[in-house]
């Protein structure tokens, strides 16, 4: 199993640009969520998906929109990028029934936006 | 305040020390959540905890949910403990009716060990 996999791992983006990232997980989880870690502060929820074809908004979703056509896939995108969102991003997915199911993250994305 | 607070935010231990990390929290239900992220970039999952004590190895996770405070221990600290570890509280649920929640992040506790 690959687990949760991020494409792609770096991107360099100029202001208004767009661009998507996207999440796979082969562990057939039917939760997954993004989130983006900034130094000096916690990971932050983005949006969040607690099956195929629900999506919801978490902590920080403003900038953000995303999808999740297929159960292993969440796609996060920005339409009109800005400095601000200069971050690195993290996917991640769990199984629902149980606080205690572990979240699975995937290796991150690190976006730069000049 | 934030939500959840770690301590300390830097730590720098010699091989063989035993290290403590704090964590309290002023939100959540009974349940918390200790990860390991590498100096790469990686998120692991080390403990997820709802009472009592858990071990693995060399370490070792503690919650008192009437203090609202957890404690992570390693024994033995060696170079590649190196890292920053994370508490994440399990707060209020998604969605009306759901059995999940989301977490509530601390800022990480960035741990260097010396050999």
């Keep these: 199993n690959a687990g949760v996999t991020q494409t792609p791992k770096f991107r360099v983006l100029k202001t208004g640009q767009s661009m998507t990232l996207l999440c796979a997980q082969d562990m057939n989880h039917e939760y997954m969520y993004w989130y983006r870690q900034d130094p000096g502060m916690g990971l932050r929820l983005i949006h969040y998906s607690v099956g195929e074809g629900t999506t919801a908004k978490g902590e920080v979703p403003d900038g953000y929109n995303v999808s999740r056509l297929k159960k292993q896939n969440f796609l996060l995108g920005l339409e009109s990028a800005a400095p601000s969102q200069t971050s690195v991003y993290f996917c991640a997915s769990t199984r629902a029934g149980s606080y205690l199911n572990e979240q699975f993250f995937g290796p991150g994305t690190r976006l730069t936006v000049l | ?115």
């Design chain 2, 1 to 115: 305040k934030n939500e959840v607070e770690q301590s300390p935010q830097n730590l720098t231990a010699q091989e063989g020390e035993f290290i403590t990390i704090n964590c309290s929290y002023s939100v959540g239900i009974s349940a918390l959540h200790w990860l390991q992220q590498h100096p790469g970039g990686g998120i692991v999952s080390l403990f997820m905890l709802s009472s009592g004590k858990k071990k693995h190895g060399r370490l070792i996770a503690t919650i008192n949910i009437q203090e609202k405070h957890s404690s992570l221990h390693i024994t033995a600290s060696h170079p590649r403990d190196s890292a920053v570890y994370i508490c994440a509280v399990f707060s209020r649920p998604f969605n009306s009716g759901g059995s999940n929640y989301k977490l509530t992040f601390g800022k990480g506790t960035l741990l260097t060990v010396n050999p």
